[in-house]
């Protein structure tokens, strides 16, 4: 006859590890709070207050002008209107047709930047 479970292996009690006591444990608790905030929590440069880009190249002064953004902006959409355009007249079938989709995803952010000038000068009028 087969018994359903077998017993439990031998095992020497001087090899059994006593349990945490409790100051043990809220001591596991602080060093495992610690790991996680230190590991979990987004790299934020304090001096700039923005998340770590790692390679990041180019940086918008914080003290700029918002005109002089949302003209940057519109501008910078433009010329990727135009570059589209272009790239889309020497290419067929389904290159094309993503070339002119990005297209009108750049005219959507044109619009929105002309939108956000609008604005701005409209602030500045009054």
């Known amino acids: 006859m087969i018994k359903p479970t077998p017993n439990p292996p031998e095992t020497d009690p001087a090899e059994t590890p006593e349990p945490l006591s409790p100051l043990d444990?809220?001591?596991?608790?602080?060093?495992?709070?610690k790991a996680l905030e230190e590991?979990?929590?987004?790299?934020?440069?304090?001096?700039?207050?923005?998340?770590?880009?790692?390679?990041?190249?180019?940086?918008v002064d914080p003290d700029i002008n918002p005109e002089?953004?949302?003209?940057?902006?519109?501008e910078t959409f433009s010329s990727v209107s135009i570059l589209l355009l272009d790239l889309a007249d020497s290419l067929d079938d389904k290159p094309r047709h993503l070339a002119m989709a990005i297209y009108q995803?750049?005219?959507?952010?044109?619009?929105?930047?002309?939108?956000?000038?609008?604005n701005e000068r409209a602030i500045a009028i009054t």
Do not use: W
């Open 39 to 59: 590991h979990l929590r987004p790299l934020v440069n304090e001096s700039r207050n923005s998340v770590d880009r790692g390679m990041q190249m180019f940086m």
């Open 25 to 33: 444990k809220d001591r596991l608790k602080q060093a495992a709070k």
């Open 105 to 118: 995803l750049s005219e959507m952010g044109l619009l929105l930047a002309e939108k956000v000038l609008d």
């Open 68 to 74: 002089a953004i949302a003209i940057q902006t519109y």
